[in-house]
T-cell receptor
Framework: NAGVTQTPKFQVLKTGQSMTLQCAQDMNHEYMSWYRQDPGMGLRLIHYSVGAGITDQGEVPNGYNVSRSTTEDFPLRLLSAAPSQTSVYFC????????????FGQGTRLTVV | GENVEQHPSTLSVQEGDSAVIKCTYSDSASNYFPWYKQELGKGPQLIIDIRSNVGEKKDQRIAVTLNKTAKHFSLHITETQPEDSAVYFCAAGDTGNQFYFGTGTSLTVIP
């Protein structure tokens, strides 16, 4: 099993560009989440999904869209990148209701210039 | 929503000494408190967790304590080793879904 796979690992965008960060898990986990990690601020929840076809907002959802068409994939879309979205993004998955351990991907380091 | 505070932000200890990291939370409805270790260039990895119906949990050199009344929980690492050097995050929330993370503690173990 590969676990949680994120692509790309690094990305540089210009202000106003759009892009999609990919996240895939092969553990048949129901729950998937996106976090951003900024210096001195820990990890903050952007969006999450409790199953295919179901998504909801976290703490910092503005500027990001998600969809969950399959159990395996949970892409994060930046529609119009802004310098404030420069961050390291982590995708995580959890088995499901009542489960505990969240498995994180390796992260995507995004720079918006 | 939940607010998790974590201290200290940096911690240096001599190899073999103990390290303690403390967190407080605000939402009395939180019932699950995991600790994650993040090594450079990697995603966080769960090292230990505790539920609200338990006061203490140990796993070899690592222990976590929880005081529900005071709304604080702590990570204790004994006999520290250089490979313990990493960033540690506490979190609070409910199981499986939404976690609120502390701001992290960068631990350095000096050989």
């Amino acid at each position: 099993n590969a676990g949680v796979t994120q692509t790309p690992k690094f990305q540089v965008l210009k202000t106003g560009q759009s892009m999609t960060l990919q996240c895939a898990q092969d553990m048949n986990h129901e729950y998937m989440s996106w976090y951003r990690q900024d210096p001195g601020m820990g990890l903050r929840l952007i969006h999450y999904s409790v199953g295919a076809g179901i998504t909801d907002q976290g703490e910092v959802p503005n500027g990001y869209n998600v969809s969950r068409s399959t159990t395996e994939d949970f892409p994060l879309r930046l529609l119009s990148a802004a310098p404030s979205q420069t961050s390291v993004y982590f995708c995580a998955s959890t088995l499901g209701q009542g489960a505990t351990e969240a498995f994180f991907g390796q992260g995507t380091r995004l720079t918006v210039v | 929503g939940e607010n998790v505070e974590q201290h200290p932000s940096t911690l240096s200890v001599q190899e073999g000494d103990s390290a303690v990291i403390k967190c407080t939370y605000s939402d009395s409805a939180s019932n699950y408190f995991p600790w994650y270790k993040q090594e450079l260039g990697k995603g966080p990895q769960l090292i230990i967790d505790i539920r609200s119906n338990v006061g203490e949990k140990k796993d070899q050199r690592i222990a976590v304590t929880l005081n529900k009344t005071a709304k604080h929980f702590s990570l204790h690492i004994t006999e520290t080793q250089p490979e313990d050097s990493a960033v540690y995050f506490c979190a609070a929330g409910d199981t499986g879904n939404q976690f609120y993370f502390g701001t992290g503690t960068s631990l350095t173990v000096i050989p």
